[in-house]
């Protein structure tokens, strides 16, 4: 972490890293990691009291390229982790970031069971309908007619995982969607995101232009959800249900108790420490 803290306010440019993204240009996650550190910026979060955590994939790099505290992980375990993370050191703000392979494939078990939790995380998941690390096999969000790998050169035959309708059912506190392609409305929605108890769940549609192109035209489909952002999930149910995967912005509220660990079950660093030593 470079630099000695301050009381100047610290700019977005000053929460990434010196380390330059591989990202193959355009892909939607430059924006991504844009809006993340403007979100950070905007609540000049403390460096040394954030983390961000993920799994792998093409999405799950980005704790290299900021310059709070992280944890590159195990593929589909980042919200583990990060649970871990919280429970340990609650006076972290703990962000989580990954994509819809590492999140929903994977992942999906730890998915359900942290919006069932209810810990105070921020998870962001970058969903390009695709995993692009491993060269663009189809991943749970994919349409069923997609045709684009040789592995499903039919498509897949099956239903499209709906994350924010599940993440609803399974109990998350916050959810929202968001474009790459407008990283301050990003910004502003991964904000309030991180500013909302609980678990809050963003998925950003984050094209990924080598094996997606198509995902380009986002820019003219996505638009601003037409209603208020609801905090009955019966409401919000409804409205995800028959969603069509591009109304943007806060969809919904919620406010559930948000899972504390038992009183005196924290550990200080010396703590952990302790137990590492041999
Ligand atoms: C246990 C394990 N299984 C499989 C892999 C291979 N793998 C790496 S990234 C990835 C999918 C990534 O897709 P996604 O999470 O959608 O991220 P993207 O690259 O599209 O951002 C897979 C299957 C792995 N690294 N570890
Ligand atoms: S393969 Fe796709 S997701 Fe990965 S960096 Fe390239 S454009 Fe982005």
Same mark, same amino acid.
């Given at each position: 972490?470079?630099?000695?803290?301050?009381?100047?306010?610290?700019?977005?440019?000053?929460?990434?890293?010196?380390?330059?993204?591989?990202?193959?240009?355009?892909?939607?996650?430059?924006?991504?990691?844009?809006?993340?550190?403007?979100?950070?910026?905007?609540?000049?979060?403390?460096?040394?009291?954030?983390?961000?955590?993920?799994?792998?994939?093409?999405?799950?790099?980005?704790?290299?390229?900021?310059?709070?505290?992280?944890?590159?992980?195990?593929?589909?375990?980042?919200?583990?982790?990060? =649970? *871990? !993370?919280?429970?340990?050191? #609650?006076?972290?703000?703990?962000?989580?970031? +990954?994509?819809?392979?590492? %999140?929903?494939?994977?992942?999906?078990?730890?998915?359900?069971?942290?919006?069932?939790?209810?810990?105070?995380?921020?998870?962001?998941?970058?969903?390009?309908?695709?995993?692009?690390?491993?060269?663009?096999?189809?991943?749970?969000?994919?349409?069923?007619?997609?045709?684009?790998?040789?592995?499903?050169?039919?498509? =897949? *035959? !099956?239903?499209?995982?709906? #994350?924010?309708?599940?993440?609803?059912?399974? +109990?998350?506190?916050?959810? %929202?969607?968001?474009?790459?392609?407008?990283?301050?409305?990003?910004?502003?929605?991964?904000?309030?995101?991180?500013?909302?108890?609980?678990?809050?769940?963003?998925?950003?549609?984050?094209?990924?232009?080598?094996?997606?192109?198509?995902?380009?035209?986002?820019?003219?489909?996505?638009?601003?959800?037409?209603?208020?952002?609801?905090?009955?999930?019966?409401?919000?149910?409804?409205?995800?249900?028959?969603?069509?995967?591009?109304?943007? %912005?806060?969809?919904?509220?919620?406010?559930?108790?948000?899972?504390?660990?038992?009183?005196?079950?924290?550990?200080?660093?010396?703590?952990?420490?302790?137990?590492?030593?041999?």
């Amino acid at each position: 972490m470079d630099g000695a803290q301050t009381d100047e306010k610290l700019t977005a440019k000053q929460y990434k890293s010196d380390y330059r993204p591989v990202w193959c240009p355009g892909c939607g996650d430059f924006s991504v990691l844009s809006a993340i550190t403007k979100a950070m910026a905007e609540l000049q979060l403390k460096r040394e009291d954030t983390a961000v955590i993920s799994g792998i994939g093409c999405s799950s790099r980005i704790p290299a390229y900021t310059s709070v505290y992280g944890f590159h992980g195990v593929h589909g375990r980042a919200l583990a982790l990060a =649970t *871990g !993370v919280k429970l340990a050191r #609650p006076e972290l703000t703990v962000i989580v970031t +990954g994509g819809d392979g590492d %999140g929903f494939s994977i992942g999906g078990n730890h998915f359900l069971h942290a919006c069932r939790r209810n810990v105070d995380l921020t998870y962001v998941v970058m969903d390009n309908q695709v995993y692009g690390m491993t060269k663009g096999q189809a991943s749970p969000t994919t349409a069923s007619e997609w045709e684009g790998s040789k592995l499903t050169p039919h498509g =897949t *035959g !099956v239903n499209p995982f709906q #994350p924010l309708a599940v993440a609803l059912a399974a +109990g998350a506190n916050f959810i %929202g969607r968001q474009f790459s392609g407008d990283p301050n409305a990003c910004a502003k929605l991964i904000a309030e995101a991180i500013q909302h108890p609980g678990f809050s769940f963003v998925q950003i549609l984050s094209p990924c232009v080598t094996f997606r192109p198509e995902q380009r035209e986002w820019k003219q489909t996505v638009h601003t959800a037409p209603v208020e952002p609801t905090s009955d999930p019966g409401r919000a149910g409804k409205r995800l249900m028959s969603d069509d995967g591009l109304n943007m %912005g806060v969809l919904y509220v919620g406010g559930r108790p948000v899972f504390q660990p038992p009183e005196g079950t924290g550990a200080t660093l010396a703590d952990i420490e302790q137990k590492f030593t041999l």
